[in-house]
């Protein structure tokens, strides 16, 4: 009888490749087939989409044999997301709408037994793909919010399939999605950097790790500070551009119930519990359904784990890939799914399973065995990878309310660290592109070049705390952030000396062993 297409998006992790929805309409035994990998969600949109269309009061095509293909067939498809592509296939070869705008349009949607169109998960990247064909896109109201984000992409907002229906009859023109404004985020609630009484150390440290975008590591006993140091860490960091705030919400499009502007494109403070599987933290799911996992929704953005040695050390070296490449691959059979996992570490640990070691064994009820397998969970590999190790002593004299006063009368605020970091930043990004601890080992030695005594001085440390290649280059890395911090061209023997005491860790085990 007939035949009609129309295009919608699939999702493989963040990623809409084309689909080709094709209707063909013929004569002969009533039925409906659907071909082109469709999971079992996809193969129920046939009972969603004829519901739909007789109780909108559309005609059902009566003694005809129905097939539907979605291709590329080699592409998985999951979910309700092309019922309203299906839909609009079949009113167009069967007649009922005009198919002129359908070669540049886009269609998204489940479809209620009512006909009412439900949101769907994975709006942005879908529609970031659709601007590139510079088509436009129909999508349920219920998505709104998400359809607003993506600019220069003409969006309508459809209630129902009747809407579509007139639209396309050209009848009632659909609501077209306005710009949302991706920066009004909400202000950020963790406090001000001044309210964290003592630990100029710990302070120190923050500064830095934002400054170059460092992974880092609170050590010391339980109610130290050592959490809302790390909730700091986000104030100080500086705003963020369109293009990562479009690669975050496209992270949380696709997964949960993320629908609105706000929630989209705001860098959060991912902090999963220590009992977290390998599946949570890095993503997974079962058959097509794949989720990224909290170091894909903390791209862009800060992961915390606190605790870090109650995790179990499987999950922990499953963070050694990402941290180094800024990306997860999830295998699946027949396919592979890529997330962006370009996040920031922040750890916090005790220093025993008691907590009180503190370099002697007399308020501590934990033995150097003990507190040695308590350690052991972290692996040298993935400690190479964090360049600040910072100890979060207890201080008796800050924990009186006027500590204040007595340490520094005029304490940091996160607006003064905030300007410090912008500053730094813009420097390194003028003079190499990137940020200091995304330096490539290629140009290390022309952006970190060192004098012949502060190589020395640097070769001897190292071959004394045992540095491996890793933490070398690490460690140059920070102290060229130091250096910048100090507004100096030249990493001087200061500011080497600096980057190696952030090594709390090692020294830690060091006077375990001694003991």
């Given at each position: 009888?007939?035949?009609?297409?129309?295009?919608?998006?699939?999702?493989?992790?963040?990623?809409?490749?084309?689909?080709?929805?094709?209707?063909?309409?013929?004569?002969?035994m009533?039925?409906?087939?659907m071909?082109?990998?469709?999971?079992?969600?996809?193969?129920?949109?046939?009972?969603?989409?004829?519901?739909?269309?007789?109780?909108?009061?559309?005609?059902?095509?009566?003694?005809?044999?129905?097939?539907?293909?979605?291709?590329?067939?080699?592409?998985?498809k999951?979910?309700?997301?092309?019922?309203?592509?299906?839909?609009?296939?079949?009113?167009?070869a069967?007649?009922?709408?005009?198919d002129?705008?359908?070669?540049?349009a886009?269609?998204?949607?489940?479809l209620?037994?009512?006909g009412?169109?439900?949101?769907?998960?994975?709006l942005?990247?879908?529609?970031?793909?659709?601007?590139?064909?510079?088509r436009?896109?129909?999508?349920?109201?219920?998505n709104?919010?998400?359809?607003?984000?993506?600019?220069?992409?003409?969006?309508?907002?459809a209630?129902?399939?009747?809407?579509?229906?007139?639209?396309?009859?050209?009848?009632?023109?659909?609501?077209e999605?306005k710009?949302?404004?991706?920066?009004?985020?909400?202000?950020?609630?963790?406090?001000?950097?001044?309210?964290?009484v003592?630990?100029e150390q710990?302070?120190?440290a923050?500064?830095?790790?934002?400054?170059?975008?460092?992974?880092?590591?609170?050590?010391?006993?339980?109610?130290?500070?050592?959490t809302?140091?790390?909730?700091?860490?986000?104030?100080?960091l500086?705003?963020?551009?369109e293009?990562?705030?479009?690669?975050?919400?496209?992270?949380?499009?696709?997964?949960?119930?993320?629908?609105?502007?706000?929630?989209?494109?705001?860098?959060?403070?991912?902090?999963?519990?220590?009992?977290?599987?390998?599946?949570?933290?890095?993503?997974?799911?079962?058959?097509?359904?794949?989720?990224?996992?909290?170091?894909?929704?903390?791209?862009?953005?800060?992961?915390?784990?606190?605790?870090f040695?109650?995790?179990?050390?499987?999950?922990?070296?499953?963070?050694?890939?990402?941290?180094?490449?800024?990306?997860?691959?999830?295998?699946?059979a027949?396919?592979?799914?890529k997330?962006?996992?370009?996040?920031?570490?922040?750890?916090?640990?005790?220093?025993?399973?008691?907590?009180?070691?503190?370099?002697?064994?007399?308020?501590?009820?934990?033995?150097?065995d003990?507190?040695?397998?308590?350690?052991?969970?972290?692996?040298?590999?993935?400690?190479?990878?964090?360049?600040?190790?910072?100890?979060?002593?207890?201080?008796?004299?800050?924990?009186?309310?006027?500590?204040?006063?007595?340490?520094?009368n005029?304490p940091?605020?996160?607006?003064?660290?905030k300007?410090?970091?912008?500053?730094?930043?813009?420097?390194?990004?003028?003079r190499q592109?990137?940020?200091?601890?995304?330096?490539?080992?290629?140009?290390?030695?022309?952006?970190?070049?060192?004098?012949?005594?502060?190589?020395?001085?640097?070769?001897t440390?190292?071959?004394?705390?045992?540095?491996?290649?890793?933490?070398?280059?690490?460690?140059?890395?920070?102290?060229?952030?130091?250096?910048?911090?100090?507004d100096?061209?030249?990493?001087?023997?200061?500011?080497?000396?600096?980057?190696?005491?952030y090594?709390?860790?090692?020294?830690?085990?060091?006077q375990?062993?001694?003991?």
């Open positions: 009888m007939a035949l009609a297409r129309v295009y919608t998006r699939a999702l493989i992790g963040i990623h809409a490749p084309e689909i080709r929805v094709e209707v063909d309409l013929a004569r002969g009533p039925g409906f087939t071909v082109g990998m469709p999971a079992t969600t996809v193969k129920e949109a046939r009972d969603r989409v004829k519901t739909a269309l007789m109780n909108a009061g559309f005609e059902y095509p009566p003694a005809t044999r129905i097939t539907v293909n979605l291709a590329p067939a080699d592409i998985p999951t979910g309700a997301r092309y019922d309203l592509a299906i839909a609009v296939g079949i009113l167009a069967s007649g009922q709408i005009p002129t705008l359908l070669e540049q886009e269609f998204y949607g489940e209620a037994l009512t009412e169109l439900r949101a769907v998960n994975g942005i990247p879908a529609l970031l793909a659709c601007r590139k064909k510079k436009q896109a129909f999508v349920p109201i219920a709104e919010q998400e359809a607003g984000l993506v600019r220069e992409q003409k969006s309508w907002l209630a129902d399939l009747v809407s579509v229906y007139e639209h396309l009859h050209e009848h009632q023109p659909l609501r999605s710009p949302v404004d991706w920066a009004c985020q909400a202000e950020s609630d963790e406090g001000d950097l001044a309210d964290v003592g630990q710990a302070k120190r923050l500064l830095l790790s934002a400054a170059g975008r460092h992974h880092l590591l609170f050590v010391g006993p339980p109610g130290t500070g050592k809302m140091l790390a909730q700091r860490l986000n104030g100080i500086p705003p963020l551009t293009q990562e705030a479009m690669e975050i919400a496209a992270v949380k499009s696709v997964s949960f119930d993320y629908h609105h502007a706000e929630s989209l494109t705001r860098r959060e403070l991912r902090s999963p519990h220590h009992t977290c599987t390998s599946a949570a933290l890095v993503g997974g799911g079962t058959g097509n359904s794949v989720r990224p996992g909290e170091i894909s929704l903390a791209n862009n953005a800060l992961l915390f784990l606190d605790e040695s109650e995790f179990s050390r499987h999950v922990l070296d499953c963070l050694r890939e990402p941290l180094e490449s800024g990306e997860i691959t999830i295998s699946r027949g396919y592979n799914v997330f962006p996992a370009n996040f920031q570490l922040v750890c916090a640990l005790n220093p025993s399973p008691c907590g009180q070691f503190d370099g002697s064994l007399a308020n501590c009820r934990s033995t150097p003990q507190i040695l397998k308590y350690l052991s969970k972290l692996s040298g590999p993935l400690l190479d990878r964090i360049d600040i190790q910072v100890m979060v002593p207890r201080e008796t004299e800050s924990m009186s309310l006027n500590g204040a006063t007595k340490q520094n005029q940091m605020t996160t607006s003064q660290a300007n410090l970091v912008e500053k730094a930043r813009l420097r390194q990004i003028r592109g990137c940020l200091n601890s995304e330096i490539k080992p290629k140009a290390l030695k022309q952006i970190c070049e060192l004098s012949e005594k502060t190589e020395a001085f640097l070769a440390a190292s071959e004394k705390m045992k540095l491996s290649h890793r933490a070398y280059h690490r460690t140059l890395r920070l102290a060229r952030t130091i250096a910048d911090l100090a100096s061209e030249v990493i001087e023997q200061q500011h080497l000396a600096e980057a190696l005491n090594r709390a860790l090692d020294r830690l085990i060091d375990v062993q001694s003991l």
